[in-house]
C-alpha cells in the first residue's frame, strides 16, 4: 500500500526528470551534429526559416502593435496620466517591450505558430515511421531534421524580437496619440533609457528562446506515440514545455542580466 | 552479517565462478541457487546435442515463481504478454531447438532482454539468421516480431544481450559506424515508409543521392529499373498518398533494394494486400534473393506466405524461440505449439486469450 503510493507519486517526478534529461542530450547532440561535418542542412534550413517566416509575419504584427498598444500603452499611460507623466512612457517601454514583452511575444507566437508545425510534422512522420526509415537508409535526423530546425528558429526568433520591438513601440506610440500627448516626450526617455547591453540581451534572450522551443518541439514530435491522437497530444504537451521552459529561463536571465548589470536598473 | 549478506556473498561468489566448475556443480546438488541450475543445464543441453541453440531455457524456481535468467520474477519484476503472471512454467514448449541449416549465421541475437515498463517483450531470445537464405519469423501477434526487426537494424537496443550482423554487435557501435552499417541494410516497413514531401521516383533515389556519387543519369537508370521490377513503372511522380496500401508496399520494396543491401528485412510484407498481390510479392521477393542473394528476413504470420519464400523459419512466442529451422522440418515438428501454429489448428497450446 505505502509501495504503490510512494511509486505513484514518484512517478510523475521521475518521467519528468526523465524527459529533461533527454532533452538535455538532444541538445547536446544537436550542438555537437550542427558543428561536426558533414554540413547537409543548408536546404532545409533556408526551408525552415522561410516557412517559419511565413507562419509567423503577420501573427507578431497583430500580436505586438494589439499588446503594446493595450498592456503596457494604455495600461501604463493611464496610471502615468495620474502624475502627468505621460512622456515617461517611452522609458517604460524600454523596461516593458524591450525587456520582458517583445522576447514575451515573440516565444508565445513562435512556439504556438511555428514550434506546433514542427511537432506536427515529426510527430507525423515518427507514426508514419519515417523517422525510423531515414535512420535505416543510413541518414541522421538529428543532423538532418533537427539541426535545420533548431537553427532556423534561433535565427528567426532573433530577428523576429527586433520586429517586436518595432512594433510594440507603434503600439505605444499609438497610446500616446490617444492621450493627445507630443511624442517627443516618450522618445527621450525612450532613447535615455534604452542601451546596446539591453537591446543585444534582448535579441540575445531571445534567440535562446528559439533553441529552447525548437529542443522540446523536435522532442515531442520524434518521440510522439499512439497514431493521430499521440500527435494531437504531443503537439499540447510541446507548446506547455516549450513555454514554460521560456518563462522560467526568461527569469534566470533577466536576473542574471540585472545582476550583473546593476546600471540597467536606474530609471533615467 | 546478517543473512540476507550471507546470501548476496554467496550468490555473487558463485556467479562469478565458470559455469561448470565444481563449486556450481555442488551449489546445483544442493539447489542453492535456481538461476545458476538454468545455467547449467541449459550449458549441458548444448554440450548434449550439437543441433541445439545455446539458448537459456528457464525453468520454474521452486517457490513457485518464474525467475527469468537475469533473476526477475514474473508477475513481481516483469510481465509477459500473454502469460499470466501465476504461470511458473511459461516456456515449456520452448526447446530452443536450432535445425541445421547449412549455412553461417549473418545475423545472430544473444540472450536478449528487451522490457518497455514493466511488459517484457524479449525474455532470453536467442536466434540465428542463416546467410544467402530467406528466412522467416513466424509468431502470433505481439509477441515481440517487429521489436526484433528494430534490435538488427539498431533503432532500439537491448535492456540485455547482444545482436551480432555480420560479426559487428550493434549495441557496440557509435553512431556513425551505426549509420555506416545501415547501408548494408534494406528495410521494408509494414506501410512502406515512404517520405510523404517526396513522390515515388524521389523516394526510391533517396538513398542513392544520399550515400553515392552516381550522376542523375545513372540514378534514374536504376530507379526506373527497380520501379518497374516492382510494377510501378508508370507512377514515378506520384505522391505516397496518392498510392494504394499494395503500391507503397512494392514502392517500400523498390528503395529497400536500391542500394543491393547485403541483409533485407520485411516487415509484414503481407499485410494489407490480397492474396494475388501477396503471391505476387512472394514471387518478386524470391526473385530478387535469387538474383543478388544476401541474409533476407521476412517477418510474418501468414503460413501462406511461408511456404511459399521461405528457406528458414523461426517460431517466435512470448519472446523466445520456441523452435527454428529449415522449413520442411519445423512444418513436420512434433512440438505441439509449433505443429499447431504451423497447421493453424485450433487445438494446442496457443489460446484466444
Redesign the interface.
Known sequence: MVKATATKAIEPAKEFFTEAGEMMILTGRTVMSAVKPPYPYGNEFIGQFLFALQLCWFPMLVSCVAFGFGAPGLQAANFLSLFGALDRLGGFFVLASIREFAPFVTAVVVAGVAGTAITADLG??KI???L?????????PIKNLVVPRFLALMLITGMLDIYALLFGIAGGIGAELLYAQPLGGFFATLFSNASTTELAASVLKCTLFGAIIAIVCCYKGMTATGGAAGVGRAVNEAVVTALLGVFIFNYLFTQTMLATNPDLQTIK | MSDTEETQDDKDGAMEAPINSPEVEAAVEENVEPEIVEEVEAADEADAADSVDAAVVNEPAPSGEFVATDGAVLGRDFVLPGVAPGDNDPYKWHTGRKREHGSTDAIEIVDVVKQFGRTRILNGLNLGLPDDQISMVLGPSGTGKSVLIKHIVGLLYPDQGDVIVKGQSVPDLSDDDLFEMRKKFGLLFQDGALFGSMNIYDNVAFPLRQHTDKGEDEIESIVTRRLREVGLGESHYKMPNELSGGMRKRAGFARALVLDPEIVMFDEPDSGLDPVRTALLCELIKEVHAESGGCYMVISHDLGTARRIADFIAVLWKGRIVESGPKDELFESDNEFVHQFLQADVHGPLAMD
Do not use: S, T
Not at chain 1, 132 to 140: C, F, H, T
Open positions: 507525423a512522420r508514419r515511421e519515417e525510423d526509415a531515414l535512420q535505416v537508409l543510413g541518414v541522421d
